[in-house]
Nanobody, 117 residues
Framework: QVHIVESGGGLVQPGGSLRLSCATS????????MGWYRQAPGKQCELVAM???????NYGDSVSGRFTVSRDNAKNTAYLQMNSLKPEDTAVYYC???????????WGQGTQVTVSS
């Protein structure tokens, strides 16, 4: 059974930092691209960051330079380091595991990030 579990969300002041973790089990982690997405109230879901199996990284325009995505294949876990947080970063953040060239894709339940003074 596949489990994708995000953690690390919470309330932080503008300018602060948070580190999200995405722990996985039930998949061959190294074979999956890992993505972070977010959805704010009334807005569409958007890509925050993605790291491929080989470590190639893409960021959404709104977070480039502030967020850093990484993965630890030994721990079957992906991370999202978020610095210089802004109120507009407030959203539910979701982790996605996707196996390229297949239909295998799995989502976590999401973790709330709120940036407010």
């Amino acid at each position: 059974q596949v489990h994708i579990v995000e953690s690390g969300g919470g309330l932080v002041q503008p300018g602060g930092s948070l580190r999200l973790s995405c722990a996985t089990s039930g998949i061959m982690f190294s074979m999956y691209a890992m993505g972070w997405y977010r959805q704010a109230p009334g807005k569409q879901c958007e890509l925050v960051a993605m790291i491929s199996r080989s470590g190639r990284i893409n960021y959404g325009d709104s977070v480039s330079g502030r967020f850093t995505v990484s993965r630890d294949n030994a721990k079957n876990t992906a991370y999202l380091q978020m610095n210089s947080l802004k109120p507009e970063d407030t959203a539910v953040y979701y982790c996605n595991a996707m196996k390229p060239a297949s239909s295998a894709t799995y989502w976590g339940q999401g973790t709330q990030v709120t940036v407010s003074s």
